[in-house]
C-alpha cells in the first residue's frame, strides 16, 4: 500500500512539473510575435526554402497584370531614367563597378536594393554609386560632381552636420598630436569625456569600446556576468547589431540558444519577463518606437505597400515605464541600446525624451565626432569587471583600439561644442519642428494627388504608400535623380542631421514631390481595383510554389527559363482578372 502511495505520488510531482514545464512554454510561446520576424528559428528555416527566381524583361514591366500600354510607359520611362543615371552619374558608376569584385560589402548592397526577382535589370540599367567625393552643410558631392541632399545621415552618425564632424576630427587630433597613436596609456582627455559622460547618461562608471556592437556586446555580458543569469530578451525587429546572441534569425548561420525574441508592448512579454528565472537582461531600441516589432524597413522587402509605422510617443512611454517595473521588480538588467538615437532625438537621449532611467545604456555612431565608437554607461556594480573574494571569475572584455587617442580627441570635441548654447538651441522643440515638417511635406504630397506619405520619430523619417504596389522600390532611384542621397535601405529610412533650415528642407521637398510625380507619370503606381496587398502576397507565394516545383521536378526549358506553360496545371494565378500573368516567365 504505501509502495503504490509512492508510485502515485511521484506520477503526480512528475505530471506536475511536466505541466509546469508546459505552461512556462505555452507562456513563452505567447509572448511571441505572430510574425515571422518574431520566430527566428522557423524564420531561418523559411529564408532556406525561398529559391531565387526572377522576371523576364516582359514581365519585369507588367508584374502586377498591367496592360500593355501601362507596360510601355514604365519600360520608356524605366531606360530614359537610365540613360540620365549612364550620362550624370557615369565616373561614379564605373569606379563602383570596378572595385565590386573586390569588395564583399558591395556585392551585398548591391543585389538588395530591390525586391530579388526585379534585381537583375535593375543592377544591369541603375547601379548605384558607392563613392562619394567631399561634403558640406546637408549635402554630399559624387565623383561626377553632382550635388546631392543628404538624407543617408551617415547611417545615424550624421546628427550635427558634417562640417561640425569635419571639425571634432581635426580639432580633437590636434588636442592628441603629442601623443600619437599610442595604446594602452590614456591620453588625459579621457577624464573630461568620462565626467561628461557620467552627467549626459546620469550612471556611475564607462567603457570605451569600437563600435556599437561591441559596446552591446559588453552590456549583455556583464549582464549575465553579475546576474549569474544565461537569456537576454530582444524584441522583435530590433536591430542591435550584427552579434549572434542579438540576431538570432536570419543573417545568423546559426541558431541563438540562448536569446528570447519577444512581442514588443505586449503583455504577454511582461508576464514572461515576471516569472521566468533565466533573464539576465533586457535590450530597449527605441527606434523601435517608430515601427513596432517590424524590422527596419528597407527596399528589397518592398513587396506591396504593406510597409507601416505606428509612432506614439505617449503609448511607448507608458511600455517603458512597466518594463522598467517589472525589471526592477525581478532583478532583470535593462539596457538601453542608443547607439542609434542618443544624442538625435533629446540631449540625453531616449532616458530623456522618455522618462525612464536604464540600468545601462550603450552609445556609438555620432559619438565619436565622426571616428568609430561603442561606449557603455552603467550602474557601477553592474560595470565592475571582477570579484574582490573571488579573483579569478572575472568578466574579460579588451580591445587593442579601445580608447584610441585620435577618437578620445574627437569624442571630446564633440562633447564640448554639444555643450554650447548653438547646439543647444537645435534641441529647443525639436519634435514639433520635425513633425510640422512631415506634416507639411504629407499635405503636398496629398494635394498633389500622389499615394506617397511620411511618417517620423523626430528627424528619423519612413515614406509608406497608401495604395497597393508591386513597385513601390522604384521610388528610390527618382529620388536620386532627384538629387537625393539615400542609403542602400532606399526609401525605408530618411535620417536628416540636425541642421537643416527651412530653406533646406523646403528643397527637399520639392525634389520628393517632383520624383514621386515622375513615378506616377511613368505608370509605376497604376492601380486595378482588384490589385490588394493580400493579393500580391498570394502571387509571389505561389510564384516561389513555381520555382519550387521546378527545383524539385528538373522541369526546366534551355537557358534555366521555367515555362508557365508546363505548370500552368498546377499553379495558376494572375493578380488582376483580364491583365496577363504576372509573374509567368521566371527563371531559376
Keep these: 500500500m504505501i509502495h503504490q502511495i509512492s508510485l502515485y505520488a511521484g506520477a503526480g510531482l512528475t505530471l506536475a512539473l511536466l505541466l509546469r514545464k508546459l505552461h512556462t512554454r505555452l507562456q513563452l510561446s505567447r509572448a511571441k510575435h505572430p510574425s515571422l520576424a518574431g520566430h527566428s528559428r522557423m524564420a531561418r528555416r523559411f529564408a532556406a526554402l525561398i529559391p531565387w527566381y526572377e522576371y523576364e524583361e516582359t514581365q519585369f514591366f507588367r508584374a502586377d497584370g498591367a496592360p500593355e500600354e501601362i507596360a510601355v510607359a514604365r519600360r520608356t520611362g524605366f531606360m530614359q531614367l537610365a540613360a540620365d543615371h549612364a550620362q550624370r552619374f557615369s565616373h561614379t558608376a564605373h569606379l563602383t ?42 549635402t554630399v558631392t559624387d565623383l561626377d560632381g553632382n550635388e546631392f541632399y543628404d538624407l543617408t545621415g551617415a547611417y545615424g552618425v550624421n546628427v550635427l552636420g558634417y562640417d561640425f564632424y569635419k571639425e571634432c576630427i581635426e580639432r580633437g587630433v590636434e588636442q592628441v598630436r603629442k601623443l600619437g597613436p599610442v595604446l594602452g596609456a590614456y591620453h588625459p582627455i579621457v577624464a573630461d569625456n568620462v565626467e561628461r559622460l557620467r552627467r549626459i547618461s546620469g550612471l556611475d562608471e564607462v567603457s570605451f569600446h569600437m563600435s556599437g556592437t561591441e559596446a552591446v556586446m559588453q552590456a549583455v555580458r ?18 542591435h547589431g550584427w552579434w549572434g546572441d542579438v540576431q538570432p534569425g536570419v543573417g545568423n548561420p546559426i541558431a541563438a540558444r540562448e536569446t528570447y525574441t519577444l512581442n514588443d508592448m505586449s503583455e504577454q512579454a511582461l508576464r514572461v519577463l515576471a516569472t521566468r528565472r533565466d533573464i539576465a537582461c533586457v535590450l530597449v531600441n527605441p527606434l523601435q518606437a517608430l515601427h513596432p516589432n517590424a524590422n527596419a524597413p528597407g527596399d528589397s522587402t518592398l513587396i506591396d505597400s504593406a510597409r507601416t509605422t505606428n509612432f506614439d510617443r505617449a503609448a511607448y512611454t507608458r511600455w517603458l515605464q512597466r518594463l522598467r517595473e517589472v525589471c526592477t521588480r525581478r532583478g532583470i538588467v535593462l539596457i538601453f541600446d542608443e547607439v542609434f538615437v542618443g544624442f538625435r532625438i533629446a540631449r540625453g537621449g531616449a532616458q530623456e525624451y522618455f522618462n525612464v532611467r536604464a540600468d545601462m545604456v550603450t552609445y556609438g555612431k555620432t559619438l565619436g565626432g565622426g571616428l568609430p565608437v561603442g561606449v557603455v554607461c552603467g550602474r557601477a556594480d553592474l560595470m565592475k569587471r571582477f570579484r574582490e573574494d573571488r579573483p579569478a571569475d572575472i568578466c574579460f572584455a579588451r580591445g587593442t583600439f579601445n580608447s584610441h587617442p585620435y577618437v578620445m580627441g574627437a569624442m571630446n570635441e564633440f562633447l564640448q561644442r554639444f555643450d554650447t548654447p548653438a547646439i543647444r538651441d537645435l534641441y529647443l522643440n525639436l519634435d514639433e519642428l520635425w513633425n510640422s515638417r512631415a506634416h507639411h511635406l504629407n499635405s503636398r504630397l496629398e494635394a498633389a494627388g500622389l499615394p506617397v506619405r511620411v511618417s517620423n520619430f523626430s528627424s528619423i523619417w519612413t515614406v509608406w504608400y497608401t495604395q497597393p504596389s508591386r513597385y513601390n522600390w522604384m521610388f528610390q532611384f527618382y529620388l536620386r535623380a532627384a538629387g537625393l542621397a539615400l542609403s542602400w535601405v532606399g526609401s525605408g529610412r530618411f535620417i536628416f542631421s540636425l541642421n537643416y533650415t527651412d530653406a533646406d528642407f523646403d528643397a527637399v521637398c520639392e525634389r520628393i514631390v517632383t520624383a514621386a510625380q515622375a513615378m506616377q507619370h511613368d505608370g509605376w503606381w497604376w492601380h486595378h481595383p482588384s490589385l490588394t496587398n493580400r493579393s500580391i502576397r498570394r502571387q509571389i507565394r505561389n510564384e516561389i510554389l513555381r520555382a519550387l516545383f521546378a527545383r524539385w521536378t528538373g522541369l526546366h526549358v534551355g537557358g534555366g527559363r521555367i515555362s508557365s506553360r508546363l505548370l500552368k496545371k498546377y499553379f495558376q494565378q494572375p493578380a488582376v482578372p483580364g491583365h496577363g500573368q504576372p509573374g509567368e516567365i521566371v527563371r531559376s
Excluded: K, M, W
Design 97 to 138: 563597378n570596378d572595385v565590386e569584385s573586390g569588395i564583399s560589402d558591395l556585392q551585398f548592397t548591391s543585389h538588395y536594393r530591390v525586391p530579388f526577382q526585379f534585381s537583375r535589370l535593375t543592377r544591369q540599367h541603375l547601379r548605384a554609386g558607392a563613392f562619394a567625393a567631399e561634403s558640406h552643410g546637408t
Design 222 to 239: 556583464l549582464a549575465r556576468y553579475h546576474t549569474g543569469r544565461s537569456h537576454v530578451v530582444r524584441f522583435c525587429g530590433a536591430y
